[in-house]
């Protein structure tokens, strides 16, 4: 079995590793479940008669299964090391969406999702645990195009879903999407770095457990900093276009591809960068980036330059979140899944959280009064950036 301690080289790898492409291919592989089942939603509704309420509730079902399930795996992954958690985890989410499709009542729908959203948080922690883990082996930093796999394989399930819906219908679909996760999971699943924790690291339970430092906790105010905006444009985005700022249907949905679009390249690009300019430097450059992106989006006179605001934010925050995690997985003292579950726990908490509240907000002030302030919660970013030297730690 490959340890780390025993892997580590004094000079860092090639860029192309096996255990790099297993790491990958996980993170394809649960964006691509996750994609899927964004197109799988209005059928979801109205098989089981749930009003936009109901619907909501059920989606934030999701959220806490999430949330629950995230800081059980980080102590899990310290014990056992984030290979075994990923696989694990991984075998258990590829039928999800089969039993999602299965479920005929409410309860048993309510159920399904609530482990569909924690088994989904919980491979996300071990998979970051695992790049975390890579990039020490090879000595070289990966996370960001790792999050760029995600990205893309959220792409593919999103964009192919309704059409293979339409062409197959709901099951035929379901079981293509759940045999090509299978495929993916086997081919990664004898390439995924084998990380064991050190024979006493396990014993020694104050690593394992939730960490009273407060360094964790101040890296998962940066990673909810980051990822509110983010949450905010996924779900408000082309409604401030089409409510404010007069854009027509299909002109609306350009927002979030703008900024998908932007940040899946920058996050291929984004290793390359974080290797010459160090991870602070990076990341306020790129918290500079996505502050004028904001600033452009709620305060654009016009859809083309709105457009261009959700570009230049894609930009920006492509890297952030990725070089928050590696920071995390990184801290001084701590198993990489602990510091991973409470950091990766508290930024998908802005996801989930915020969008409700920003909801309740801009029926007062407006959407583009949002934008602009939500600048302000990535300015507080570059106010802790030098949190972010710890994600360096990586390569020593």
Same mark, same amino acid.
């Given at each position: ?141 990966? #996370? ?26 709901? #099951? ?11 495929? #993916? ?67 609306? *949905?350009f927002a979030f591809a703008g900024f998908s679009f932007t940040m899946a390249v920058m996050r291929f690009a984004g290793d390359i960068i974080r290797d010459r300019l160090g991870a602070v430097m990076t990341l306020r450059i790129c918290g500079t980036i996505a502050i004028l992106g904001l600033a452009m989006i709620g305060s654009a006179p016009s859809v083309p330059m709105a457009i261009a605001g ?35 726990? #508290?930024?998908?908490? *802005? ?8 909801g309740f907000v801009a029926a007062h002030t407006g959407l583009g009064v949002i934008f602009l302030a939500l600048s302000g919660f990535l300015v507080v970013v570059l106010l802790l950036s030098r949190l972010a030297r710890h994600a360096d730690g990586a390569h020593h």
């Open positions: 079995m490959d340890t780390i301690s025993t892997t580590v080289a004094k000079t860092p790898l090639p860029i192309l590793t096996k255990e790099r492409a297993g790491v990958a291919l996980l993170f394809l592989m649960n964006g691509f479940l996750i994609g899927a089942w964004a197109p799988k939603i209005p059928e979801f509704a109205s098989r089981l008669n749930l009003s936009e309420k109901s619907l909501g509730l059920m989606i934030l079902v999701f959220g806490l299964g999430s949330i629950t399930l995230m800081p059980i795996a980080g102590s899990q992954i310290a014990r056992f090391g984030s290979s075994r958690v990923s696989k694990f985890t991984a075998v258990l989410l590829t039928p999800m969406l089969l039993v999602l499709s299965l479920t005929g009542e409410i309860w048993s729908a309510a159920i399904a999702i609530f482990l569909f959203g924690g088994l989904f948080g919980a491979m996300d922690v071990a998979m970051n645990a695992n790049a975390v883990a890579t990039e020490k082996h090879m000595r070289r930093s990966i #996370m960001s195009s790792c999050h760029a796999f995600w990205s893309l394989g959220g792409l593919i399930g999103s964009s192919t879903g309704g059409f293979l819906m339409q062409w197959l219908g709901v #099951m035929p679909h379901v079981i293509v999407v759940t045999l090509i996760a299978a495929v #993916m999971l086997a081919v990664a699943w004898p390439i995924v770095l084998q990380d064991a924790p050190h024979p006493d690291e396990h014993k020694d339970s104050a690593k394992s457990r939730l960490p009273r430092s407060v360094l964790p906790w101040l890296i998962g105010c940066v990673a909810l900093f980051c990822m509110i905006p983010e949450g905010a444009i996924l779900d408000w985005g082309a409604l401030y276009l089409r409510n404010e700022l007069g854009a027509t249907v299909a002109l609306s *949905g959700f570009a230049l934010a894609g930009i920006g925050i492509s890297n952030m979140v990725p070089i928050v995690f590696s920071a995390a997985g990184n801290l001084p003292g701590m198993a990489a899944g602990v510091g991973l579950s409470v950091v990766t726990t #508290m930024g998908y908490s *802005g996801i989930l959280v915020a969008p409700s509240v920003i």
